[in-house]
């Protein structure tokens, strides 16, 4: 496609701040995405095996992962929302054109996110403890994890076409006749969807390792259960890791032409590199994976790992549009807005670095706490000022929108 008309679609209004800024921006908000939904993905996984089980350690298992798994699709959407933003303002003639090209998918996506985000829910409430009583309604529970499945391929496929703009009129108007319909998914690359979704397995048991040292302190901790824990999370590693890699492989082979060139490019080793570590991990620290904060700085490493994979789609992404395409989002005219930039990052550390910051607080002294946990004062004192903090940006919010109103 000629690239002066991928120009005229931009945005007439420019952008509030430089492109670089919702680069970095997207990069960041997408792995800190997909590592929540790695999380949900794997506990949502373990939460069906440990239903369906009848062993004790299993169902144990359970009660945690489903919980899990409910907070972290919470996380996911929340996060999940902002590099669409990222995307959409400096990529916006290639993102809007794919949602239109599969318009019925698109809204869908946001129907079959909701029933099922509900589902997790129907589950939850229908299953307060697996070691004590039947499982219920487990097909809620796997029709949920099968829906998210979906929702992520949707996803998939929504960005695969925007870095193939010279098919869009292919897609349009195959053999010539014009198709509206917005009811065709055009672009699917199986191997990348399955390599997205298949590091939720190596994700997940480093989570699982976090979760082990977790409770590992308490004074009422099970050895045996605890010895569970850590070969789930080992074998999640190794097994999910190296399929992982397999599909990575596979996935630099089936790239477009377009796209081709990424498969030389140093970041593909790199990544391989670091996916590779991070499955050998136990292996390399041996014991001392359970013992300290090693099991943390694991969890941690996890993140790099998708961080790193993250900027792996983005350079992808600049190769087949700027490289193949012509288009240079980094020179989208600009309308500095500095409110609105000062605003983001006031929210982002403030606003939610006072709520995660407690809510992590709270988490890890009621892990350390046998029987009923109980916050301090100033705990306390930090849980209502987060609440004020909230209250005073949801007042400002809708001020400085009347007052922009009444102008």
Excluded at 144 to 166: C, D, E, R
Excluded at 293 to 320: G, H, K, N, P
């Amino acid at each position: 496609m000629d690239a002066q008309a991928l120009y005229a679609l931009r945005d007439v209004a420019g952008v509030p701040s430089h492109p670089v800024l919702f680069l970095v921006l997207g990069v960041l908000t997408f792995a800190m995405h997909m590592f929540a939904v790695h999380v949900m993905l794997g506990g949502a996984a373990l939460t069906i095996k440990g239903a369906l089980s009848s062993d004790a350690n299993w169902r144990r298992l359970a009660n945690t992962m489903l919980s899990t798994a409910k907070v972290a699709v919470s996380v996911a959407v929340v996060i999940g929302v902002a590099p669409l933003l990222f995307v959409q303002v400096i990529y916006d003639p290639f993102w809007y054109t794919s949602n239109v090209l599969s318009a019925w998918w698109v809204i869908g996506f946001i129907l079959i996110l909701c029933v099922a985000y509900l589902l997790v829910y129907v589950f939850y409430g229908k299953n307060h403890d697996f070691t004590t009583a039947k499982t219920r309604c487990p097909g809620s529970m796997i029709l949920s994890l099968a829906l998210f499945l979906v929702v992520g391929l949707i996803m998939h496929t929504l960005t695969n076409q925007m870095l193939s703009p010279n098919e869009w009129m292919t897609w349009y108007a195959p053999n010539g006749q014009i198709d509206a319909s917005g009811t065709q998914l055009h672009s699917i690359n199986w191997a990348r969807f399955a390599f997205m979704i298949v590091l939720a397995a190596p994700v997940t048991g480093a989570w699982l390792y976090g979760y082990r040292h977790y409770i590992s302190v308490r004074d009422d901790s099970d050895k045996e259960y605890l010895d569970f824990v850590a070969n789930l999370a080992n074998k999640m590693l190794n097994i999910g890791g190296l399929v992982a890699i397999l599909l990575g492989a596979v996935w630099m082979t089936t790239l477009p032409e377009n796209q081709a060139a990424f498969a030389t490019n140093p970041l593909v080793y790199l990544t391989a590199l670091v996916l590779v570590l991070l499955t050998l991990v136990p292996q390399i620290l041996g014991t001392k994976v359970n013992k300290g904060y090693a099991a943390y700085w694991l969890v941690a490493f996890a993140f790099v790992a998708i961080a790193v994979v993250a900027v792996d789609r983005e350079v992808i992404r600049w190769v087949a549009l700027v490289i193949e395409s012509g288009y240079n989002p980094m020179d989208y005219p600009i309308n500095m807005d500095w409110y609105s930039t000062i605003l983001f990052f006031i929210t982002f550390a403030v606003v939610g670095g006072m709520a995660i910051g407690y809510l992590l607080t709270v988490a890890w002294q009621a892990g350390q706490t046998s029987g009923t946990y109980t916050p301090s004062a100033a705990i306390s004192r930090l849980g209502d000022w987060t609440i004020y903090i909230i209250i005073i940006w949801i007042i400002h919010y809708f001020a400085v929108g009347f007052w922009v109103w009444a102008q």
